[in-house]
């Protein structure tokens, strides 16, 4: 596959781990007119840390391809006043919170091990991918730790409604030391989400992290969370919203996409009505069907 693709030359160099050695392996293996030596090419390049740059060249080519045949949609969301009827609705139903989770969610972030100097969470991003936040992370008075952290697309615009419609509640995995940092940014001082919890608000329930979701808000009616771990929500699977995990992706729109779900979700008296008709194939998560309104 890499011998067809000889005008990608400048992209090898530029995405190989070692630029130098895959370029001379594959200005061999164009050179090369022999079968058998191309296999054995071949199989040079898929060792060590070729796989890895292998598999970053096939993810870029993707996002180009992708990029050719995706349509410039420029997608956005318009913000529309609601008449007096709807507010009297919107006041007889009651605010409701949204539980977001952060990583992978709305931001994906990397770092440098400061032992190995391995790039943890960094080995699928381009190398020309540019962070949004660079911070510097002290955890437990060891050496600073650099942590990398990509936005997901639109999510300032998506935070800016959601904050409008509902009382937007941070609820994440991660520990407190890096993930305040990273809020603090996303909300830039506007206050959009002044209640937030940490790692020590989850249940550890194994092999994976659970939030227990009536720590934030005990009306579970009123209650839903955005997450892209269906483990995270196991145990409140009628007030989740699951989106895609989001790692690196230019073109990613699930942010804007859930806006008009979460403008028509703020009117319902109960979130369960709807959420809980989702039906979860799945062992990790209940599967619940819901046939009546609440
Ligand atoms: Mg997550």
Same mark, same amino acid.
């Given at each position: 596959m890499v011998s067809q693709l000889p005008a990608q030359s400048a992209h090898l160099v530029k995405l190989a781990p070692s630029g130098q050695v895959a370029a001379a392996v594959v200005s061999n293996l164009q050179r090369s007119r022999s079968s058998s030596a191309r296999r054995r090419l071949i199989s040079i390049l898929f060792a060590g840390d070729l796989g890895n740059y292998i598999r970053r060249l096939l993810a870029h080519v993707a996002r180009k391809i992708g990029a050719l045949f995706r349509p410039d949609l420029a997608l956005t969301y318009k913000d529309v006043a609601i008449s007096p009827a709807m507010a009297q609705k919107l006041a007889e139903v009651g605010r409701k919170t949204l539980i977001l989770d952060l990583d992978e969610t709305l931001v994906h972030s990397c770092y440098s091990d400061p032992d190995t100097h391995d790039n943890v969470g960094c080995n699928l991003l381009p190398e020309d991918a540019q962070p949004d936040y660079v911070l510097s992370v002290t955890i437990e008075g060891v050496e600073p730790i650099s942590f990398r952290v990509f936005k997901r697309p639109h999510v300032d615009e998506f935070l800016e409604f959601v904050s409008k419609w509902y009382d937007v509640v941070i609820y994440t995995a991660s520990l407190e030391v890096y993930a305040a940092q990273v809020v603090d940014l996303l909300d830039a001082g506007r206050g959009m989400m002044p209640r937030r919890f940490y790692r020590q608000h989850c249940r550890n329930s194994a092999p994976l992290i659970a939030k227990d979701?009536?720590?934030?808000? %005990?009306?579970? !009616?009123?209650?839903? +969370? +955005?997450?892209? !771990? %269906? #483990?995270? #929500?196991r145990d409140f699977p009628e007030n989740a919203l699951p989106i895609k995990t989001f790692i690196y992706d230019p073109g990613d729109t699930e942010l804007l996409k859930l806006l008009p779900f979460l403008d028509a979700l703020r009117f319902t008296k109960d979130v369960r009505s709807i959420l809980g008709r989702r039906v979860v194939r799945s062992t990790m998560v209940r599967s619940t069907v819901s046939s009546t309104y609440r």
């Open positions: 979701l009536t720590l934030v808000n %005990p009306d579970m !009616s009123g209650t839903l +969370i +955005i997450d892209n !771990s %269906p #483990y995270a #929500y």
